[in-house]
T-cell receptor
Framework: QQQVKQSPQSLIVQKGGIPIINCAYENTAFDYFPWYQQFPGKGPALLIAIRPDVSEKKEGRFTISFNKSAKQFSLHIMDSQPGDSATYFCAASKGGYQKVTFGTGTKLQVIP | DAGVIQSPRHEVTEMGQEVTLRCKPISGHNSLFWYRQTMMRGLELLIYFNNNVPIDDSGMPEDRFSAKMPNASFSTLKIQPSEPRDSAVYFC????????????FGPGTRLLVL
């Protein structure tokens, strides 16, 4: 059962553009929503995370928007750079933060 | 800190052979996870341990797969016998409860079963 649905599967933007990656979840018990970034040949690494008690979180050029009623959250990358080219995974977990359910990933390419 | 260490980084084997993947978590972390990543299925959680005890192995595909964590600094994932459909990148990750459970991933083992 796919508990975290992620779209799009791939995304190409020009440098300076604002790619947006969307995720939707089903389990209302989820209470922690991290985003992971993965470069080719590397393991995923935590990028930014949000709790459902806030609607937005910013860290540098990365912003998570969270809509609890719609059970959706999204990642926005401001002023995207070629170095942001990577695969991005949304994820969700509940109580204890241990078992994390990952989305299917979005491969982002930022063209110079 | 050296981060999560996995070995080998690459493994090529023939169908039917036993494969053992190894992981050393970050010192002080008390949770350890094994994932498998493929193009078709994405990132799948196979099993995770808390304080060396297996908590959830529902993601282990079949009896050919087994995992152990004999102590806090070492874990193995074994596939016996291996099959071509086991070809994937296997990641180990560790985390520490109380720090919002951020998982730190190793570099992965790329397995090819011929």
């Amino acid at each position: 059962q796919q508990q975290v649905k992620q779209s799009p599967q791939s995304l190409i933007v020009q440098k300076g553009g604002i790619p947006i990656i969307n995720c939707a979840y089903e389990n209302t018990a989820f209470d922690y929503f991290p985003w992971y970034q993965q470069f080719p040949g590397k393991g995923p690494a935590l990028l930014i995370a949000i709790r459902p008690d806030v609607s937005e979180k910013k860290e540098g050029r990365f912003t998570i928007s969270f809509n609890k009623s719609a059970k959706q959250f999204s990642l926005h990358i401001m002023d995207s750079q070629p170095g942001d080219s990577a695969t991005y995974f949304c994820a969700a977990s509940k109580g204890g933060y241990q078992k994390v359910t990952f989305g299917t990933g979005t491969k982002l390419q930022v063209i110079p | 800190d050296a981060g999560v260490i996995q070995s080998p980084r690459h493994e090529v084997t023939e169908m039917g052979q036993e494969v053992t993947l190894r992981c050393k978590p970050i010192s002080g972390h008390n949770s350890l996870f094994w994932y498998r990543q493929t193009m078709m299925r994405g990132l799948e959680l196979l099993i995770y341990f808390n304080n060396n005890v297996p908590i959830d192995d529902s993601g282990m595909p079949e009896d050919r797969f087994s995992a152990k964590m004999p102590n806090a600094s070492f874990s193995t994932l074994k596939i016996q016998p291996s099959e071509p459909r086991d070809s994937a990148v296997y990641f180990c990750a560790s985390s520490s409860t109380g720090v919002e459970g951020t998982q730190y991933f190793g570099p992965g083992t790329r397995l090819l079963v011929l």
